[in-house]
Each structure stands twice: as structure tokens, then as C-alpha cells.
């Protein structure tokens, strides 16, 4: 069940990171980085110290899963199992130090939604 949902999240992150490698504004335009961030913070209400965390936390990974975008286009075809793999433990990496920035009542809420993002295939409720 963890590998789902961590393919889910690494899922997100290609697809943020393919709009913003089209030329899309920051936060994936259309939805993206920034509708995938609203869905795992939905409902915690974070300290200003806390949003500069999560944001500095988010763009980092954002930026490292472009650049592995970019050196898997380049190799051409479909990803590797092993890009794969890099790209959930990006995720995972991502998700584990917003954790750290967490109360543990936060840590809660940010879990569930996790387990409640959609699945690779499923469309997400509109």
C-alpha cells in the first residue's frame, strides 16, 4: 500500500515537473505542483516560519525532479525503473522533511491526505 501511494506522489511530481519543463508558470499552472501541494496541506494551518519551510522544502524538490526529468528525456523512451525509483525517493525525501516541519497533529492530517491523493490512473474528485 506505501509503494502506491508513494508512486501516486512521485506521479505528481512528473507531472508538475512536465509543466514547468513546457514553459508553464511556477506552481505547474493548471494544476501541477501547486494543486498537489494544496491537496497534501489541506486542512493544516501552517506558522509563517513553517510555510517558508514547506515552500523552501517543496521548490528544492521540484527543482531536483526537473533536473531528472530532463537527464530522462534526454536518455529518451519511457523511464527506467531505476529513474523511477529516483523519483520516489525524491518524493519520499520531500515528504519525510515536511514531516520534520510538523506538529505532530499536523504530521496526522498531511498522512491522510497523502493516503487520500489519487492514485496513477484515477482521476481525482472534481
Do not use: H, W, Y
Not at 510555510?51 to 526529468?69: H, Y
Not at 522533511?97 to 491526505?113: D, G, H, R, S, Y
Request: positive net charge; glycine residues 8%.
Amino acid at each position: 500500500m506505501k509503494v502506491i501511494r508513494f508512486l501516486a506522489a512521485a506521479a505528481i511530481v512528473l507531472t508538475a515537473s512536465t509543466a514547468m519543463a513546457q514553459g508553464g508558470p511556477p506552481g505547474g499552472g493548471q494544476g501541477g505542483a501547486q494543486r498537489a501541494m494544496e491537496a497534501m496541506m489541506q486542512g493544516i494551518t501552517l506558522t509563517d516560519a513553517q510555510k517558508a519551510k514547506v515552500d523552501s522544502i517543496f521548490t528544492a524538490s521540484r527543482e531536483e525532479s526537473m533536473k531528472m526529468r530532463q537527464e530522462a528525456q534526454a536518455a529518451g523512451g519511457p523511464p527506467s525503473e531505476e529513474m523511477r525509483a529516483k523519483f520516489m525517493a525524491v518524493t519520499t525525501k520531500r515528504n519525510e522533511a515536511i514531516k520534520a516541519v510538523l506538529t505532530p497533529e499536523q504530521q496526522a492530517v498531511f498522512t491522510k491526505n497523502l493516503e487520500n491523493m489519487p492514485r496513477p490512473g484515477q482521476r481525482p474528485p472534481r
